[in-house]
């Protein structure tokens, strides 16, 4: 999970006026330990368990049930955003890998730092990282969720990546 991963992270921006939140917005695998949420009591229970599980030092802020904050962001699964001064959009991703958050956010602090000096521009671009899941650590945390969490995800059939497919080479 990139939580503990993107912690370490915030930690080495603290003195850059960095701020980095997790935002809880539902349970994405609900089963039996940590079922479907009906209230905020019960998700300020659960994101207290997150919180302590993995070790989180960053805030957790919880979005509404109806997940407007989600969805005012996209809707997708383990969304990364940079928004700089002003509110403006550095960075948007569909999910979270920390060593490409890391680039996009030096890239964004450099440009800050020297956009009077140099005359930098900013532009729009798009482009498709990869990452490679440890299923074995993403099973190992369903389970603590729930057998049905387990079921509804590795019972789907996938196309498996040949092992290295992803190296860089």
């Not at 969805?71 to 490409?100: F, H, S």
């Not at 009077?116 to 369903?142: H, V």
Request: proline share 5%.
């Amino acid at each position: 999970m990139a939580a503990p991963a993107m912690d370490a992270l915030a930690d080495r921006y603290a003195d850059r006026a960095v701020r980095s939140v997790f935002i809880y917005v539902r349970e994405a695998h609900p089963g039996e330990n940590y079922p479907h949420l009906t209230s905020m009591s019960q998700k300020r229970d659960h994101a207290r368990v997150l919180k302590k599980t993995l070790g989180l030092k960053r805030g957790i802020f919880l979005d509404d049930l109806q997940g407007s904050t989600h969805l005012a962001y996209g809707g997708l699964p383990n969304m990364t955003w940079i928004i700089g001064r002003g509110g403006i959009i550095q960075y948007k991703a569909a999910w979270t890998n920390v060593e490409d958050v890391e680039d996009a956010l030096l890239k964004t602090l450099y440009a800050f730092d020297t956009r009077a000096k140099t005359g930098l521009l900013p532009f729009y671009s798009e482009r498709t990282c990869w990452r490679e899941r440890d299923d074995e650590a993403f099973r190992a945390g369903l389970e603590k969720i729930g057998p049905q969490a387990v079921s509804d995800f590795f019972d789907k059939p996938r196309p498996k990546v040949p092992a290295g497919a992803l190296d860089k080479g």
